[in-house]
C-alpha cells in the first residue's frame, strides 16, 4: 500500500488562482514521490465572509438552513479550480463535496458535528490513481441537507478525513509557520511553539486561538492523529499538536490566547432558591446557545445576582429567551458586547501553583480591571473590557516570559 498524505490548505493559502497553482505544485512534488494525496481546501479567504455578509444584508437572522446551503459554496469553488490546475498538468484528480464523501453531521446548521465519514468512496478514487480534492467545511444531515461545521471548519474536516482514511499525521497549510504563544498579530514578540499537547491546544484553540479549529483537535485527540501546522510559504519550521509527554508538564504557561466577540449576561437580583438556574440555563441549552463561565453571587436577603458569557454571535439569538426567562423568574437582565475572554494555557498548572496571584497581581499594577474569573485544571480565564484586550495579553506574555525560549 502506497503512503497516504493528508493536507489542508486554509483560505489565504488559496487566496487567488496563483496560489491555487502553487498548492498544486505542492501536490504534484508528492505524487512524484510516489504518495497517495487528500487535499482538504478551505474557500478563498474573504470568501466565506463575503456570503454572510449578502445574508445580512437582507436581514441579521437569516434562516439557518439557507445560510448553510449559501456558505457551502466558497469550498466548492477552490477544489473544483485546483483539480483544474492538477489535471491540466497532467495528474489525475478528483473535487468532491461533503456530500459526496458521505460526511455525515447531526442538523445544527452553521455548528454542525461530524458523526460519519464514508472511507470507501475517498479510497476508491485513491486506489483509481487520483488526487482527493476535499471541500471542507461542509456535510449533510441524515435527511440530506447541506452543513457546516463552524467557521474555521476546514480544519475539523482535515483531522476527521486523516483519522477516517487511518491516516498517520494531519498537515494543516496556513499562513503561519505553526502555534505560537500568543497570536503574532496581537504580540510580535510570540514565539512559535515545536510540540504541545492535545489537551492544551484544545484549551487555546476553544479559547480565541483561531490557528486551529478546536473540534478538530478534539479529532485529533479522540483518534490519535498528530496534527503538523506549518507555513504553506515559507518552508522548514511547524508545531507538532500530539499526546503529552512528561517534558511538557516542564512548561507551566505554554500559551494565551484571547476571544474578542464574547458577551456577557446579567440577571439582576435573581431570587436565591432551588430550581432558578436550571430554568435559566435550560431555556437557554434549549435554543443551542452554549454559554460559560457561569458566576452567581453570595446571595443577600434572599436575593443574588447570576452572570454568564455568549457569543457575541447569539446576542440577537437570545435575546427572546432572555426576556422569556426574566419573566418567568420576575428578574431583570442586561447585556455588555464590550467584554472579551483572555486565558493562559498551561499543563504545567496541574503542578505548579500561583500561576493565578501572578497574573492577577501583573494585571492590577497595569490597571487592568478583571470583570469575570475561571479556571480549570491547566487554564485561567478572565473576562476584561474589550479595549483592554490586546494590552492584558502584552502584560501577560511580557510576565510569563513567552518570548524566551
Ligand atoms: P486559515 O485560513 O489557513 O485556516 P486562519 O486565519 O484560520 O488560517 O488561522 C491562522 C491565523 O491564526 C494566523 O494568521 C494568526 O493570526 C492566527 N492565530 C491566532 N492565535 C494564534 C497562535 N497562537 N499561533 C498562531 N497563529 C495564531
Ligand atoms: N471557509 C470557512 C471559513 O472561512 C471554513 C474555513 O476556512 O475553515 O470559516
Ligand atoms: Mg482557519
Redesign the pocket.
Known amino acids: 500500500m502506497k503512503s497516504l498524505v493528508v493536507q489542508k490548505?486554509?483560505?489565504?493559502?488559496v487566496g487567488d488562482v496563483q496560489k491555487i497553482m502553487h498548492v498544486a505544485d505542492k501536490i504534484i512534488e508528492l505524487r512524484k514521490n510516489g504518495k497517495d494525496v487528500i487535499v482538504i481546501l478551505?474557500a478563498m479567504?474573504g470568501e466565506t465572509n463575503r456570503l454572510v455578509g449578502l445574508a445580512h444584508s437582507i436581514t441579521p437572522t437569516p434562516n439557518q438552513r439557507e445560510m448553510d446551503r449559501l456558505l457551502c459554496t466558497g469550498e466548492m469553488v477552490t477544489i473544483a479550480l485546483l483539480a483544474i490546475c492538477l489535471e491540466n498538468q497532467g495528474y489525475p484528480a478528483i473535487s468532491l463535496t461533503g456530500r459526496q464523501m458521505g460526511i455525515l453531521t447531526d442538523s445544527s446548521y452553521t455548528k454542525a458535528k461530524i458523526k460519519e465519514i464514508n472511507s470507501d468512496v475517498i479510497q476508491k478514487y485513491l486506489d483509481a490513481g487520483k488526487v482527493v480534492v476535499a471541500a471542507g467545511f461542509q456535510g449533510i444531515d441524515e435527511t440530506g441537507n447541506v452543513t457546516t461545521l463552524g467557521r474555521?471548519g476546514?480544519?475539523t474536516s482535515a483531522v476527521a478525513i486523516a483519522a477516517a482514511m487511518k491516516a498517520s499525521i494531519c498537515e494543516?497549510?496556513?499562513?503561519?509557520d505553526?502555534?505560537?504563544?500568543?497570536?503574532?498579530?496581537i504580540i510580535k514578540e510570540?514565539r512559535r511553539i515545536d510540540r504541545i499537547s492535545y489537551e492544551e491546544m484544545l484549551e487555546?484553540a476553544s479559547l480565541?486561538?483561531?490557528?486551529l479549529h478546536s473540534r478538530s483537535v478534539e479529532f485529533g485527540l479522540k483518534y490519535n492523529v498528530p496534527i503538523l501546522v506549518k507555513s504553506t510559504f515559507k518552508e522548514g519550521g511547524g508545531t507538532l499538536v500530539t499526546k503529552e509527554d512528561s517534558s511538557m508538564e516542564d512548561i507551566v504557561v505554554s500559551?494565551l490566547?484571547c476571544l474578542k466577540e464574547q458577551a456577557k449576561v446579567k440577571f439582576i437580583d435573581v431570587k436565591d432558591k432551588p430550581g432558578i438556574a436550571a430554568t435559566i440555563f435550560s431555556s437557554i441549552a434549549d435554543k443551542n446557545i452554549v454559554v460559560d463561565m457561569i458566576i452567581q453571587n453570595v446571595g443577600s436577603d434572599g436575593l443574588t445576582d447570576l452572570s454568564f458569557t455568549i457569543d457575541a454571535a447569539d446576542v440577537d439569538s437570545i435575546k427572546p429567551t432572555l426576556q422569556e426567562i426574566s419573566t418567568s423568574i420576575d428578574a431583570e437582565y442586561s447585556i455588555d458586547s464590550n467584554i472579551s475572554k483572555v486565558s493562559v494555557v498551561g499543563a504545567g498548572m496541574r503542578s505548579h501553583s500561583g500561576i493565578a496571584s501572578k497574573m492577577f497581581k501583573e494585571l492590577g499594577k497595569s490597571g487592568i480591571n478583571i470583570q469575570m474569573i475561571s479556571t480549570s485544571e491547566i487554564k485561567i480565564s478572565i473576562v476584561v473590557n474589550k479595549n483592554d484586550t490586546d494590552r492584558a495579553m502584552q502584560v501577560l506574555h511580557d510576565c510569563f516570559e513567552l518570548g524566551k525560549s
Open positions: 490548505y486554509g483560505g489565504t493559502s478551505s479567504s474555521g476546514s480544519d494543516i497549510y496556513t499562513d503561519v505553526g502555534v505560537y504563544t500568543a497570536d503574532p498579530r510570540a487555546l480565541g486561538a483561531k490557528v500559551g490566547s
